[in-house]
């Protein structure tokens, strides 16, 4: 089974094996969102379907992480085609972790909205910094954003991300950038989060959704690509992008002790769509097909 992303010499080997081939497709992130900051990642995402494509007739067995995966191998020619949700340990989510530095910082009267993710342009963080300024101004201005994950693999965006929180002359303070983390301290942001916000125009899947479920943080996120599906209807939703809307959704997600406990138990529900008894049989399935 090979678990397709990025370009790499298992698809060739892989296509080179006379029988038991699988692939996992986890997508490939539209090339033109890296258009205007980094010609490389562009590059490198054109191939990335390019190579995708090659492997039709070559596999006897095609799986997206999610339908909307699945619809696109479909597109491209893959046949048989399926769905094996992504395997996510929420354990390292749920751990009783403690991390007194991180907790001081977050334990005061600000209101923490959480993303995690790598910094990157179909994530769309600059909407996270004008959704911040609609917050600001119509709901409350003792707020947090946090983004936990890599943001140095598109320096340019990031260098724009930043220049747009100057430019709103927003306090620099107030939107915290980690970088990578070790479990123990994503357990941490989690637990200290009051809304987890996702305003993505691409995904596959998601893993952060289902982090969230796990942790019991409300979802706030745009339906877009596969998070309508992977959220299966829990989480707070929102579309089109109407970003003085989603203000207000949030500020009731944080404030709102009736709704959250609605939203929360929502999402328990749907987590167990994503236990490890669902995998194991669908995996199983999977297996079978083969023999």
Same mark, same amino acid.
């Given at each position: 089974?090979?678990?397709?992303?990025?370009?790499?010499?298992?698809?060739?080997?892989?296509?080179?094996?006379?029988?038991?081939?699988?692939?996992?497709?986890?997508?490939?992130?539209?090339?033109?969102?890296?258009?205007?900051?980094?010609?490389?990642?562009?590059?490198?995402?054109?191939?990335?379907?390019?190579?995708?494509?090659?492997?039709?007739?070559?596999?006897?067995?095609?799986?997206?992480?999610?339908?909307?995966?699945?619809?696109?191998?479909?597109?491209?020619?893959?046949?048989?085609?399926?769905?094996?949700?992504?395997?996510?340990?929420?354990?390292?989510?749920?751990?009783?972790?403690?991390?007194?530095?991180?907790?001081?910082?977050?334990?005061?009267?600000?209101?923490?909205?959480?993303?995690?993710?790598?910094?990157?342009?179909?994530?769309?963080? /600059?909407?996270? *910094? !004008?959704?911040?300024?609609?917050?600001?101004?119509?709901?409350?201005? @003792? +707020? =947090?954003?946090?983004? #936990?994950?890599?943001?140095?693999?598109?320096?340019?965006?990031?260098?724009?991300?930043?220049?747009?929180?100057?430019?709103?002359?927003?306090?620099? /303070?107030?939107? *915290? !950038?980690?970088?990578?983390?070790?479990?123990?301290?994503?357990?941490? @942001? +989690? =637990?200290?989060?009051? #809304?987890?916000?996702?305003?993505?125009?691409?995904?596959?899947?998601?893993?952060?959704?289902?982090?969230?479920?796990?942790?019991?943080?409300?979802?706030?996120?745009?339906?877009?690509?596969?998070?309508?599906?992977?959220?299966?209807?829990?989480?707070?939703?929102?579309?089109?992008?109407?970003?003085?809307?989603?203000?207000?959704?949030?500020?009731?997600?944080?404030?709102?002790?009736?709704?959250?406990?609605?939203?929360?138990?929502?999402?328990?529900?749907?987590?167990?769509?994503?236990?490890?008894?669902?995998?194991?049989?669908?995996?199983?399935?999977?297996?079978?097909?083969?023999?």
């Amino acid at each position: 089974m090979l678990h397709y992303a990025l370009p790499s010499p298992m698809t060739a080997a892989l296509a080179a094996l006379d029988r038991g081939r699988v692939i996992h497709y986890h997508n490939v992130t539209p090339a033109a969102y890296f258009a205007p900051y980094d010609a490389g990642l562009f590059r490198l995402a054109v191939l990335a379907r390019r190579e995708l494509a090659t492997l039709v007739g070559h596999v006897d067995l095609a799986l997206g992480v999610s339908e909307f995966n699945r619809q696109e191998l479909d597109s491209l020619g893959f046949a048989p085609t399926g769905v094996l949700p992504i395997a996510v340990d929420t354990a390292r989510i749920t751990q009783p972790a403690r991390c007194p530095a991180i907790e001081r910082l977050l334990d005061d009267e600000l209101v923490n909205f959480l993303f995690v993710g790598r910094i990157a342009p179909n994530k769309k963080i /600059e909407d996270h *910094i !004008f959704f911040a300024e609609h917050y600001k101004r119509y709901v409350d201005a @003792y +707020y =947090r954003f946090i983004f #936990v994950g890599r943001y140095d693999a598109v320096p340019r965006y990031y260098a724009m991300i930043r220049a747009l929180i100057s430019e709103f002359k927003m306090l620099q /303070e107030r939107f *915290i !950038f980690t970088g990578p983390v070790s479990d123990q301290e994503l357990a941490v @942001y +989690y =637990r200290h989060a009051a #809304v987890y916000m996702s305003m993505s125009e691409h995904e596959g899947f998601c893993v952060p959704l289902v982090e969230a479920m796990a942790a019991d943080v409300p979802i706030l996120a745009y339906g877009a690509a596969a998070v309508p599906e992977t959220l299966g209807g829990a989480g707070v939703q929102f579309a089109p992008k109407d970003l003085e809307y989603a203000a207000e959704l949030g500020g009731a997600l944080a404030f709102d002790e009736e709704l959250r406990t609605t939203v929360i138990a929502g999402q328990r529900r749907r987590l167990q769509d994503f236990g490890d008894a669902r995998i194991v049989r669908d995996l199983a399935r999977v297996i079978g097909s083969l023999s």
